[in-house]
């Protein structure tokens, strides 16, 4: 059996037409997500490694608990 590594990275990326500030990313992955004054997020614009589990588990958190579903993860393939 081999063993795949996970080779590429992703990016955080809202959509601010539909969020509305409730700041449910940020309490779900602050280590990615910031909030300015009004309690809209502000995204790091730094790529997250796939290999970095802890990353990508807090940025899916994130996503699933966005009630105005504003977030999405984007993959980019390293090549």
Do not use: K
């Not at 280590?31 to 614009?45: F, H, M, N, Q, R």
């Not at 290999?51 to 390293?78: F, H, K, M, T, Y």
């Amino acid at each position: 059996m081999a063993v795949r590594r996970r080779s590429g990275v992703i990016f955080l990326r809202v959509d601010p037409v539909l969020c509305d500030g409730f700041g449910h990313c940020h309490e779900l992955a602050p280590e990615l997500v910031a909030i300015d004054e009004w309690g809209y997020p502000v995204i790091t614009t730094e790529p997250i490694a796939l290999a970095n589990d802890a990353a990508l588990a807090s940025a899916r958190l994130a996503v699933r608990g966005c009630p105005r579903q504003a977030l999405r993860i984007e993959r980019v393939n390293e090549r």
